[in-house]
């Protein structure tokens, strides 16, 4: 049987070549700021690397720009937090259903952390309650934390609201550490970017936005969130889907807003099969933001 972690592998199959990966596991490594580093290796200069970074004399004697690499002397410890709400359970704008997207990008971000030799651990849940499980090592650990995430995501589990598991790192976490957030389309609230800054000045925070499907123009649709009907016919009218469209931008540049005011970067995907390219487009705006 095919393991969700295998999946998350054969996806990452697009970043198999060398320097490809190098420039993902780069990024990747650039996450802890003000870590305690050993000199590693040299690579080729990739526009958009740091300039203090360029081994002058290396560059010198090889003729062509290199970068000096890194490895960290302690391991550090990556927090997937995870919403396992209803909400996860509908349909992204992929046509996927969005747990499917939200355990992928766990997958990822937590097989970067393995190869690192970081240690991972889980916060998920929903609006009724908050679990976690410790950080570990090891691919049969990360293959545990994606299996929960998937069987916890259901049409039956209560609404999904994140805040509650931001407030649980907030109460139960000392230390700092990489916070790697999948959530759903969340509107700005005052609370929530207060409750941000304040863990913010303590962790690394990334944040990953599963997008919503687009407005259905037929068939019979229904909110997840509070299974009310969405009337197909409605999705046709001119006036209905303008509305709509605005609601949504608003709804994006508020939370947008509120994520840069807390110093977090920020990005979206709307399926699974991007999510590679996405995390590390996340991981570069996350490290020239810095």
Do not use: C
């Not at 550090?76 to 995870?82: D, E, R, Y």
């Not at 998920?124 to 293959?143: I, Q, R």
């Not at 790192?169 to 700005?188: M, N, P, Q, S």
């Amino acid at each position: 049987m095919t393991t969700l972690l295998q999946r998350v592998k054969s996806k990452m199959a697009i970043f198999a070549h060398r320097k490809a990966r190098g420039v993902l596991d780069g990024e990747y490594g650039s996450v802890f700021r003000g870590r305690s580093l050993d000199f590693d290796d040299l690579r080729a200069y990739i526009p958009g690397d740091e300039v203090r970074d360029i081994d002058w004399k290396a560059t010198a004697r090889h003729g062509s720009p290199l970068i000096k690499r890194y490895v960290a002397v302690r391991r550090q410890t990556v927090l997937l937090i995870a919403d396992t709400g209803r909400n996860m359970a509908a349909v992204a704008r992929s046509g996927e259903t969005k747990k499917d997207i939200v355990v992928m990008a766990l997958g990822v971000m937590g097989y970067l952390a393995h190869r690192h030799g970081d240690v991972v651990g889980l916060v998920s849940g929903d609006s009724a309650g908050t679990g976690s499980v410790p950080a570990k090592g090891g691919e049969g650990h990360l293959e545990r934390l994606l299996r929960r995430v998937h069987s916890s995501t259901s049409g039956d589990a209560a609404g999904s609201r994140i805040q509650e598991q931001l407030e649980h790192v907030a109460r139960t976490v000392k230390g700092r550490h990489l916070l790697f957030v999948v959530a759903d389309e969340i509107a700005a609230d005052p609370e929530m970017g207060r409750l941000l800054r304040r863990l913010r000045a303590q962790h690394e925070i990334l944040w990953l936005t599963v997008r919503d499907a687009e407005l259905a123009a037929a068939g019979d649709w229904y909110s997840v969130d509070d299974s009310s009907s969405l009337v197909s016919h409605l999705a046709q009218s001119p006036a209905v889907a303008a509305a709509y469209g605005r609601a949504a931008v608003e709804r994006d540049a508020g939370r947008e807003n509120m994520l840069r005011q807390a110093g977090i970067t920020e990005g979206s995907v709307a399926g699974s099969h991007d999510v590679v390219t996405a995390l590390f487009a996340l991981l570069e705006r996350h490290r020239r933001a810095g």
